[in-house]
């Protein structure tokens, strides 16, 4: 199966940029559609943003302006791009990925999520 894997982030303070990476292992045709979520402490999962092929991109109302969703197919990677960081951004960020792999003897639809990466903004 695919694993995802994020990095990017980290302690930035108000008004700050980040930008996550989410990079799939494995041998990957495309990655089709996809999207960042976030938690905070004493919260459920929230859409941040997400991208189908087209591109088609959603966005929270909470994020539109500042943040970006693309993907790099050579690279098997997603990003988010996130800008004008505000303390209430401060969550784990999950990426979560749909696309195709080869398995080793035949090609496969996949669908995985990222580990977390915790994401603070100081005021």
């Known amino acids: 199966q695919v694993q995802l894997v994020e990095s990017g982030g980290g302690l930035v303070q108000a008004g700050g940029s980040l930008r996550l990476s989410c990079t799939a292992s494995?041998?990957?045709?495309?990655?089709?559609?996809g999207g960042w979520y976030r938690q905070a402490p004493g919260k459920q999962r929230e859409l941040v943003a997400t991208?189908?092929?087209?591109?088609?991109?959603n966005y929270a109302d909470s994020v539109k302006g500042r943040f970006t969703i693309s993907r790099d197919n050579a690279r098997r990677t997603l990003y988010l791009q996130m800008n004008s960081l505000k303390p209430e951004d401060t969550a784990v960020y999950y990426c979560?990925?749909?696309?195709?792999?080869?398995?080793?003897?035949?090609?496969?639809?996949?669908?995985?999520w990222g580990q977390g990466t915790q994401v603070t903004v100081s005021s």
């Open positions: 494995g041998t990957i045709f495309s990655i089709n559609a």
């Open positions: 979560n990925g749909e696309g195709t792999y080869f398995s080793g003897t035949s090609w496969r639809s996949f669908s995985s």
């Open positions: 991208f189908s092929s087209g591109p088609f991109t």
